[in-house]
């Protein structure tokens, strides 16, 4: 099992930058794969970024790609997402999640969360 905590949410105009870590703690980090989602009012959590465990594949939602970047360091157990050219869209929770199975774009992919951090992006 592996705990999960988000940081680095915050309040944003819209252009800026912001760089949300997810630190784990538990079995061993190196072994999962991680994702980025993220949920908006009213609307359903959807994938933003995926990682696999040796950083060998990543993927990206469209509307982010260009502007995020995930990345993960398995000896500070940390997988971290750069957020660039903010929009007000981009506004919600952010959710790490773990997975020691494929990468997956559905949340029902992922077996640990975190409780996720707030991104509110103004215009």
């Known amino acids: 099992q592996v705990q999960l905590v988000e940081s680095g949410g915050g309040l944003v105009q819209s252009g800026d930058s912001l760089r949300l870590s997810c630190a784990a703690s538990?079995?061993?980090?190196?072994?999962?794969?991680m994702g980025w989602f993220r949920q908006a009012p009213g609307k359903e959590r959807e994938v933003v970024a995926v990682?696999?465990?040796?950083?060998?594949?990543?993927q990206y939602e469209d509307s982010v790609k260009g502007r995020f970047t995930i990345s993960r360091d398995n000896a500070k157990n940390t997988v971290d997402l750069q957020m660039n050219s903010l929009k007000p869209e981009d506004t919600a929770v952010y959710y790490c999640?773990?997975?020691?199975?494929?990468?997956?774009?559905?949340?029902?992919?992922?077996?640990?969360w975190g409780p996720g951090t707030q991104v509110t992006v103004s215009s």
């Open positions: 999640a773990a997975t020691t199975g494929p990468p997956a774009r559905s949340e029902s992919g992922y077996d640990y």
């Open positions: 990682i696999t465990w040796d950083s060998g594949y990543r």
């Open positions: 538990g079995r061993t980090f190196s072994g999962y794969t």
